[in-house]
């Protein structure tokens, strides 16, 4: 493995050929470009302009979450290899995955050892008690694996009300019973392997089960999310594991051992998945959310039993010489990145690339903007289609170019503010207004095998350290808290309003793009992110495909776009000029953390030689490695 800096490293010949001149913007390092913290005097400089112009900013809209805690801005040249490559959210998780690569394992198979280990690991954003979309592409189609978590049989519109019919607390809903769906992902993660593994499945767990056996170090990531929050010591299993006798969270550094976690991923590698959906671990998973001493949730033994993951097909659209994948609902994530790409490319944003690092006022104009319309049709008509159909029964109505080119042309010099839904072919009901937050707890992997096979992943538990429950060495999620807490308005049913046996919306948005002629790969992406995960991929795809950046460069620009509320700026990363711009073109601001963690890889040609490069969010800790 060798390390790159990313100044060096070109996309491959298909990439430039599908750029105009302009689209070719010269290279450059975004690295030094822009204040991150470490460079106290840039830093400085730059906190002043923002407290400067924060007096002068509305506050932000309400019912917005707000993003995941950060934990440091750490610069990263990234990654390139010659054969196969994987690039996950945890320095160990990688290290598991290039081993199973090197073996011989496929990209599934890779997947599937990374993402035990960040069970482990990082325990807040992801693990099998949680769920999680997979694209997989084999040479010459892409496919959609949904592994997302269901809610129990018993499970209604009132779940998170009480007893007045008033709805709960956020977080009181969050960290109790109720919230937690019957997990996917080491189902689906079955079903992919079965399908497209190499390495024999019991091969996979041997990293994560040494792991948890002697131990690791928690990161500076894992040690920071323990120290804010504020619900994790209510469960006393939890509390025990995290903590130390006084209460205090372990520090960075601290060997932590996982016996349970070990004894349990050992006995899923022997037996496999039924294990964990039947038996005593199905049992000890509905003992703890039925025994919540407060609010108790209705998941049964059956629920686990029942579990089955889909194969949907994926979400594909054409985006000037490319084809973007995405995953299908009851993600939002495919049709919404495709509907903001389709949008912008009736504008000119191939022509506004960042100059001398700084982001043209233009092209965040034209990209929030069309932010606002894809999120608005997201909120309106996206659900899990075993419910909810989509307009016309397919993605056709939403992606169509007559129909994105009518919500392009609602883009004018001036903010639109609160964008409305459009209206696509097909609709036959009327639907109300969906009112969930999707929470940012979520990790992101991106793989490609020696074969040129490739996997891009989002696992989730919902929220940090999901709902706060731990059993058996691991931490169920609290995804039933991205349905919609409100089952109707005056316009109608909530599509994603809770129901027996429903996969809550999620915004996870797994991306490959495959050139349009040659179905070649080129990019594998996504990234964490709770709903501003659609952004985040956008500007990544924006920014290569457009902008001429490598996948490095693409991600260390600062986070920017609009969730159909105020714009979303970056904290500490966002000069005043570019403040007064936005202000001028009537945009309601918000600077504020944002904390992504994408993962990608783009093929590309380095020294005359085919290859892969990665790129890893210097906002989180992940890495890449490969040969």
């Known amino acids: 493995m060798v390390r790159q800096d990313a100044a060096a490293v070109e996309p491959e010949g298909a990439v430039a050929a599908g750029m105009t001149r302009q689209h070719r913007p010269r290279f ?124 129990p049989a018993a499970a209604n519109e009132t779940l998170f009300q009480n007893a007045d019919g008033s709805t709960l607390a956020f977080y009181d809903a969050v960290a109790s019973g109720r919230s937690v769906g019957v997990p996917g992902v080491l189902r689906m993660l079955e079903m992919a392997h079965r399908q497209h593994g190499k390495l024999p499945w019991q091969d996979l767990f041997a990293p994560a089960i040494a792991l948890a056996e002697q131990g690791f170090a928690v990161s500076v990531r894992l040690a920071r999310l323990l120290q804010v929050d504020q619900h994790l010591k209510k469960d006393a299993t939890a509390a025990a594991y995290f903590y130390d006798r006084q209460g205090q969270p372990w520090p960075a550094g601290h060997v932590l051992k996982n016996p349970e976690l070990a004894n349990t991923l050992r006995a899923i590698a022997s037996g496999g998945a039924d294990i964990f959906y039947t038996g005593t671990i199905a049992g000890d998973i509905v003992a703890k959310v039925t025994n919540h001493p407060t609010r108790p949730g209705v998941m049964t033994v059956e629920d686990m039993q029942a579990y089955r993951p889909k194969s949907r097909a994926a979400v594909c659209a054409d985006y000037r010489t490319w084809t973007v994948c995405g995953m299908p609902p009851p993600s939002s994530g495919g049709i919404a990145v495709a509907q903001m790409l389709g949008m912008l490319e009736t504008t000119d944003i191939a022509m506004l690339a960042p100059r001398d690092g700084q982001l043209h006022a233009q092209a965040v104009h034209l990209f929030s903007e069309a932010g606002r319309l894809a999120y608005a049709d997201r909120a309106r008509y996206v659900a899990d289609p075993d419910f909810a159909p989509l307009p016309g029964n397919s993605i056709g109505p939403l992606l169509d170019k007559a129909y994105l080119k009518k919500r392009a042309a609602l883009i004018t010099a001036q903010s639109m503010g609160v964008a409305q839904p459009g209206t696509p072919y097909g609709i036959k009901t009327a639907r109300g207004q969906d009112a969930s937050p999707d929470l940012p707890a979520t990790s992101q992997l991106s793989i490609v095998d020696r074969n040129g096979h490739a996997v891009s992943m989002t696992s989730s538990i919902e929220d940090a350290f999901g709902s706060r429950l731990m059993v058996r060495g691991f931490l169920l999620n609290n995804q039933l808290t991205d349905f919609s807490f409100v089952a109707a308005d005056a316009a109608g049913p909530v599509a994603n309003r809770v129901q027996p046996g429903k996969r809550a919306r999620s915004s996870m948005a797994p991306t490959l793009v495959l050139e349009k002629d040659s179905r070649n790969l080129l990019l594998v992406a996504g990234s964490p992110g709770g709903s501003a995960i659609i952004n985040y991929v956008t500007k990544v795809l924006v920014a290569t495909l457009d902008w001429g950046m490598n996948v490095q460069q693409a991600i260390d620009l600062p986070n920017f776009g609009s969730r159909n509320g105020p714009t979303e700026l970056e904290q500490g990363r966002t000069p005043d000029g570019l403040l007064t711009a936005l202000q001028s073109k009537g945009h309601t601001l918000r600077v504020m953390e944002q904390t992504s963690g994408v993962q990608a890889i783009m093929r590309i040609r380095r020294n005359g030689e085919p290859g892969w490069f990665a790129g890893a969010d210097p906002r989180r800790e992940g890495t890449a490695q490969g040969d």
């Not at 610069?75 to 290290?95: E, V």
């Open 28 to 151: 450059f390092s975004v690295a030094g470009r822009f204040p991150r913290p470490g460079r106290t005097g840039m830093l400085a400089v730059m906190l002043g302009w923002l407290a400067g112009c924060a007096t002068s900013l509305p506050a932000p809209e309400p019912g917005i979450p707000p993003p995941e805690a950060a934990s440091g801005y750490s610069a990263k040249s990234g990654w390139h290899a010659r054969h196969f490559i994987a690039a996950t959210a945890n320095p160990l998780a990688t290290q598991a995955g290039y081993r199973i690569l090197k073996a011989g394992g496929s990209a599934v198979d890779a997947a599937i050892a990374a993402q035990m280990v960040l069970t482990l690991v990082e325990p807040q954003s992801s693990g099998i008690g949680g769920g999680a979309f997979l694209l997989h592409y084999d040479g010459h189609t892409v496919a959609a694996f949904d592994g997302r978590e269901t809610a």
